[in-house]
């Protein structure tokens, strides 16, 4: 049973286009911290057009491989301690 198995099977159900990226970068929220790496949704929102071609690109292929970075999925918690004196 193991020996036949392939996986999921990627039709065009999760294929990213251009479009659909250039719409995910403008409903994002503006004027938010940094990332890690310093990158702001407003370096995304004013980038070339050819951007969302790029990055909807690297997504299907990610999807394909089925790998993602590691540094994806990590996410900076910054904790706000109020100390009432």
């Known amino acids: 049973m193991c020996a036949n198995y392939l996986g999921c099977v990627i039709d065009d159900t999760y294929v990213f286009d251009a479009e659909v990226v250039k719409k995910s970068i ?10 890690l790496d310093g990158l702001t949704v407003e370096h995304l929102y004013y980038s070339h057009c ?32 109020d100390i009432k004196e």
């Open 26 to 35: 403008s409903k994002m929220k503006r004027g938010k911290a940094a990332d």
């Open 50 to 81: 050819l951007l969302s071609c790029i990055l909807a690109k690297l997504f299907n292929m990610m999807m394909h491989i089925g790998q993602w970075p590691h540094s994806a999925a990590v996410r900076t918690v910054i904790y706000h301690i």
